[in-house]
């Protein structure tokens, strides 16, 4: 009879929206020493001169460099954009063993396969953050839903050892989650939502609630959306109307007055995941010749008023 291994130490590396919400929650379930936040120096002084606030209150996390020696940690959870996770990966490094369990909750449908090529695939389970309604302003993150990370395994069907670790783990640290046991068909739902939600609420300036009411705005949300489902279907992962549906209503949980992480990225002046939306959604479509015509009206609106990245 074997036993599974016990996670007891974490990793985070990016201090975003998810990153701090996460990173908060766990700080109180886990002795101090256990879950760490990996950042270069010029920004833990930052962190330590100027706090990090989760719901007005003073973040206590305890921070470390890429470079200090220290031991592989458990469980490693990357929550930094896209356009940094090539960064990240190197900065992780020195915190990743021959037992460390990798979880993403990046947007997009890649950045499991940059881990598993960096780490091997043996390290990393597929998963999904879904259901924040955070806003972040400089170093203050206000939220009403936390929202949760679903996770498994990439082959459809199982629960290996790793994945009954993190339920555990997570469980012992009430951490809300789902084990899902068809995670590509989660991302690519995850996408689909993230090409309607984030891409129509970043082009007509509007929050969730102008796109939980009835208007233009949720009918680009929608129309944008439907336009991913016949590239499932070509990739192998098939989405259905039952699964925009699904989106629909986590977007029905969401504060009105959040906004999605792509806009506060643009008023920011950051650069934007338009490449792992839209961007990818046009590549797939010139790919299958399927046209896609309100994705491209969304990617050149938001392309043409903010910092893009080459995905």
Excluded at 51 to 80: H, K, M, S
Excluded at 138 to 146: A, E, K, P, Q, S
Excluded at 173 to 201: C, I, S, Y
Excluded at 220 to 235: F, G, H, Y
Aim: charge should be negative; hydrophobic fraction near 40%; include cysteine.
């Amino acid at each position: 009879m074997s036993t599974m291994r016990e996670i007891r130490t974490a990793a985070i590396i990016g201090l975003g929206n998810l990153g701090i919400a996460f990173g908060n929650h766990l700080s109180k379930k886990m002795p101090k020493g256990d879950l760490r936040f990996i950042a270069d120096r010029e920004r833990i002084d930052r962190y330590e001169r100027d706090g990090i606030f989760c719901n007005g209150e003073r973040c206590d996390f305890q921070y470390v460099t890429p470079e200090e020696d220290t031991w592989p940690a458990d469980l490693v959870l990357f929550t930094v954009k896209f356009h940094n996770l090539v960064e990240a990966i190197d900065a992780a490094k020195n915190h990743v063993g021959e037992n460390t369990i990798l979880l993403s909750a990046l947007n997009g449908i890649t950045s499991e396969g940059m881990l598993e090529e960096a780490f091997g695939a043996d390290k990393v389970l597929y998963c999904v953050a879904q259901g924040m309604d955070g806003i972040k302003t400089g170093n203050r993150l206000t939220f009403d839903h936390m929202g949760m990370l679903c996770f498994g395994d990439r082959e459809a069907g199982t629960v290996s050892d790793q994945v009954r670790m993190v339920e555990a783990f997570f469980q012992k640290t009430e951490f809300p989650h789902e084990v899902e046991t068809d995670m590509m068909k989660r991302l690519w739902g995850k996408l689909m939502l993230n090409v309607g939600v984030n891409q129509t609420a970043s082009v007509y300036l509007c929050d969730y609630g102008g796109l939980q009411q009835e208007g233009e705005a949720r009918e680009t949300m929608i129309a944008a959306m439907r336009e991913v489902i016949p590239l499932s279907e070509r990739e192998g992962f098939p989405l259905t109307e039952a699964d925009l549906a699904y989106w629909l209503k986590v977007l029905a949980t969401l504060r009105p007055e959040g906004k999605p992480s792509m806009q506060q990225d643009m008023e920011a002046g950051l650069t934007t995941e338009v490449e792992l939306f839209s961007g990818t959604v046009l590549a797939l479509g010139r790919k299958y010749g399927i046209e896609t015509p309100v994705n491209e009206r969304l990617y050149h609106a938001i392309a043409s008023r903010s910092r893009t990245f080459s995905g």
